[in-house]
Structure formats: C-alpha cells, structure tokens
T-cell receptor, first 110, second 115 residues
Framework: ELKVEQNPLFLSMQEGKNYTIYCNYS?????LYWYRQDPGKSLESLFV?????AVKQEGRLMASLDTKARLSTLHITAAVHDLSATYFC??????????FGTGTRLQVFP | GAGVSQSPSNKVTEKGKDVELRCDPI?????LYWYRQSLGQGLEFLIY????????KSGLPSDRFSAERTGGSVSTLTIQRTQQEDSAVYLC?????????????FGDGTRLSIL
C-alpha cells in the first residue's frame, strides 16, 4: 500500500526566509504533483513532476523529484504572506488515483 | 474558462437520509474523479471515470456509496442511509485524460454535514 508522508505538518516562518517541505513516498513512482489549498477553498495545481530529476519553478516556489530516493521537495524562497496556505503532495501509481500526503500548513508572518 | 462545478456547495441532512452530490467537469475533460476530505482521514480517493471504461470504484468506503457519469460528462455521487462519519468535503476533479500525467483540476467541493 502506497504511503505518502509530508514534513513538517505545520510550518511557521518569517517573511523573507527560505524553507523546504519534504514529501516521502513508499512505492516507486515517477509522477508527483503539488497542490495548494487556501482555507475553505479547493485545491490548486502548482506543479507536475513526471521524471527523475525533474525541477519546476514558479515565482518563489521550486519543486523537485528524486524517484530513486522516493522524495520530492517544495522549496520556498524569501517567503511572503501570500504564500500562507496548506500544501499537499500527491503520488500517482499509473492508476490515476492520487494518493495525497498529510499536507503542510504554512503560515508566513511579518 | 469555466472550471469544475459542484453542487450543492453545502448540504446538511439527517442521519439515515440519502444525498446526491453533483459534479460538472471542465468541458473536454474525459477523466473525472471523486475525493473526500475530512479532518481525520485527510484526502481520500473514492472513484474515477475515464471515458466509456468501467469506473475504478476501489476507493468507495462502503456499498452505501455509488456514483455514475452520464453521457461522459456530469457525474453524481450518491450516499445512501447517511451516517455521521460521512460528514466531509466531497471534491470532484477532472483532467484531460487519464494515464498521461495530466494535473487534476478540482472543484470547490460540497461540504456535507450529517446531523
């Protein structure tokens, strides 16, 4: 059974700082997705990573995938308040069912 | 363009009643998915439809849950004889097609509360 773990579960960080969220999964897969969820809102697709070594960047967020280590990272550079949200990684085992991680709640304060 | 549309946005019902949740996917998307988000269980896959293929029902928690997709477009998730543990946000998503690493686009969800 595929398990997807994220850490940390909660992250409180100061504006301007850098930090990384980790997503570990238990079974080989080369499809990993990152989503953002604002309180009371739905999930917004951020990144799709489809191969080992894939790196995608959008603004202050950069995601990478290491399929051999079964690890994806979401790096935040110079955080701003607007990045406050919950971030989910999700793995697809070629079955099209997304198995989601526990989520990381990010809070950015001045 | 229009995103995934779900209705109702909120539903409160008494234990034991049946409920129907509706999802209208993005036009042209052949794959449609249902997920459930609850505090205790996180985000869970329920069922998915791809074109005219038989749906993958492997995530449905019990036989009280069923779903159909008519005409390859709109889908309805039905929960019979609702229980309090069914309380959750039910999310629908669609993608261009399955098996291609396409991102799934989510609707705003239906918040279901069972009294």
């Amino acid at each position: 059974e595929l398990k997807v773990e994220q850490n940390p579960l909660f992250l409180s960080m100061q504006e301007g700082k850098n930090y990384t969220i980790y997503c570990n999964y238990s079974t080989t897969s080369d499809r990993l997705y990152w989503y953002r969820q604002d309180p009371g809102k739905s999930l917004e697709s951020l990144f799709v990573l489809l191969s080992n070594g894939a790196v995608k960047q959008e603004g202050r967020l950069m995601a990478s995938l290491d399929t051999k280590a079964r690890l994806s990272t979401l790096h935040i550079t110079a955080a701003v308040h607007d990045l406050s949200a919950t971030y989910f990684c999700a793995v697809d085992l070629d079955t099209d069912k997304l198995i989601f991680g526990t989520g990381t709640r990010l809070q950015v304060f001045p | 363009g229009a995103g995934v549309s779900q209705s109702p946005s909120n539903k409160v019902t008494e234990k034991g009643k049946d409920v129907e949740l509706r999802c209208d996917p993005i036009s042209g998307h052949t794959a449609l998915y249902w997920y459930r988000q609850s505090l205790g269980q996180g985000l869970e896959f329920l069922i998915y439809f791809q074109g005219n293929s038989a749906p993958d029902k492997s995530g449905l928690p019990s036989d009280r849950f069923s779903a159909e997709r008519t005409g390859g477009s709109v889908s309805t998730l039905t929960i019979q004889r609702t229980q309090q543990e069914d309380s959750a946000v039910y999310l629908c998503a669609s993608s261009l097609r399955s098996g291609a690493g396409q991102p799934q686009h989510f609707g705003d969800g239906t918040r279901l509360s069972i009294l």
